[in-house]
T-cell receptor, first 114, second 112 residues
């Protein structure tokens, strides 16, 4: 399983943008980049995913480096409810040998200050 | 719409006792199913995954086992619990083409 590296923690003020980095230098050509977040005492929640192009959805944006060795999750305006652990994960092909298994690291603990 | 349920939500068990955690998915058929464990202050550890009835793959050798007796039912078991089995157990199923994981509410196990 390909590894990702994330900072242990980050802080932000409410209503400011947040850029959460992730390094994945050993990513393969078929690996998708997934982001999840986990609130205390809850299961992780899907945030966004991408392969090569930048992606936007109602929750966040995902910026992927041209060489795909790093990516950044962007929360455009942080709220107190965005305080969570954010996981950057690489997912192999669903129907390939990896069966789409996701391996979670320790993620980044995001603290949002009012 | 699809839903996933786990029970029990909370469990306190003595060392050496058996364990059974259940997970049921509704609204989808033949999903890939996963069991994860999260120890206190740690990330999620993939324990088992299943691509179909009776088909179980183990990620980490341990005293836990999993079974899938029905298409949408996934069970995590142990014959004799250890202190190190304490943690937050999460069941998940994988959505079709996106590969998105949908997690249940989790089962918090404390082994004393």
């Amino acid at each position: 399983d390909a590894k990702t590296t994330q900072p242990n923690s980050m802080e932000s003020n409410e209503e400011e943008p947040v850029h959460l980095p992730c390094n994945h230098s050993t990513i393969s050509g078929t690996d998708y980049i997934h982001w999840y977040r986990q609130l205390p005492s809850q299961g992780p929640e899907y945030v966004i995913h991408g392969l090569t192009s930048n992606v936007n959805n109602r929750m966040a944006s995902l910026a992927i480096a041209e060489d795909r060795k790093s990516s950044t999750l962007i929360l455009h305006r942080a709220t107190l409810r965005d305080a969570a652990v954010y996981y950057c994960i690489l997912r192999g092909p669903i129907r390939g040998s990896t069966l789409g298994r996701l391996y979670f690291g320790r993620g980044t603990q995001l603290t949002v200050w009012p | 719409s699809q839903t996933i349920h786990q029970w029990p939500a909370t469990l306190v068990q003595p060392v050496g006792s058996p364990l059974s955690l259940e997970c049921t998915v509704e609204g989808t058929s033949n999903p890939n199913l996963y069991w994860y464990r999260q120890a206190a202050g740690r990330g999620l550890q993939l324990l088992f995954y299943s691509i179909g009835i009776g088909q179980i793959s183990s990620e980490v050798p341990q005293n836990l086992s999993a079974s899938r007796p029905q298409d949408r039912q996934f069970i995590l078991s142990s014959k004799k619990l250890l202190l190190s089995d304490s943690g937050f157990y999460l069941c998940a199923w994988m959505g079709g083409w996106t590969g998105e994981l949908f997690f249940g509410e989790g089962s918090r196990l404390t082994v004393l």
